[in-house]
């Protein structure tokens, strides 16, 4: 189920291609990863995968460092659940669609308050 959702939107990439893909070293993506501002989800002895769709062809997703600041108490597969989870916050949409077209600031106010009960 885990590697299902990692995959959803596209093959994840490793460390090295992610390093590659932002002109920086391994270790920085590492350093980016701990100090939240890049999410990493570990497979165990296959090291860390990162979702594709957090990169776009400008380095990083616009919005997406904002996020993740939002979400500093989730797991990271808790975020990752969030980001592709329809949110009534957002009309049923996922919070990915909803950065993808630059509703940053939705996206944030929904992670703020994310895991706690919504009343209808």
Known sequence: MKQQLLSQY????????????????????DKRRNNNKLLGLSLGKRGYRYPAW????????????????????????????FMLSGDIRLEGKTPLECLQIGK???VVAAAKVYGQQVVA
């Not at 932002?22 to 270790?27: E, P």
């Not at 400008?58 to 808790?78: D, F, H, N």
């Open 54 to 81: 957090q990169f776009s062809s400008g380095g990083i997703l616009p919005g997406w460092e904002s996020v993740l600041a939002a979400l500093i108490e989730t797991s990271p597969w808790g975020k990752l659940q």
């Open 104 to 106: 940053t600031e939705k």
């Open 10 to 29: 596209g093959e994840p990439l490793n460390s090295q291609e992610v390093a590659d893909l932002l002109g920086m070293t391994r270790q920085a993506v």
